[in-house]
């Protein structure tokens, strides 16, 4: 027969202070579209400008869904290949770091990449 004394554990029940609570006007597809959005650096940005390079609404879309693709496989780093630009988009981030015009990628040499992303 065991004689020893066991101390019973009950469990810490929070407080409602310290219970953080969500929205309810927010719901999953609105968390999962914020999540998507990509942000563009300030440097990106100053380069899209400077050479006047225009992503279309739905263009820009099925970049935001395949960077959310590449960050499922995994992908920190990715070269995005469009017809008229290409971009380098941190997807840990969600962020385009850099842009450039198509014409600008025929001698480059694209390091510290693990994917890349074409759209036609």
């Not at 650096?41 to 992503?55: F, G, L, P």
């Amino acid at each position: 027969m065991n004689t020893k004394i066991h101390a019973l554990h009950h469990p810490v029940i929070p407080n409602n202070a310290s219970v953080k609570r969500v929205q309810s006007n927010s719901n999953f597809s609105d968390l999962l579209h914020k999540e998507s959005k990509l942000k563009i650096s300030k440097h990106a940005q100053q380069r899209m400008d400077t050479r006047n390079i225009q992503v279309p609404d739905a263009k820009w879309s099925q970049l935001e869904t395949k960077v959310s693709e590449a960050k499922q496989k995994g992908i920190n780093e990715s070269l995005v290949l469009m017809d008229n630009a290409a971009f380098i988009v941190n997807v840990k981030n969600n962020t385009v770091i850099t842009a450039m015009e198509r014409a600008e990628t025929k001698s480059k040499i694209f390091t510290n990449i693990n994917g890349t992303i074409l759209i036609d």
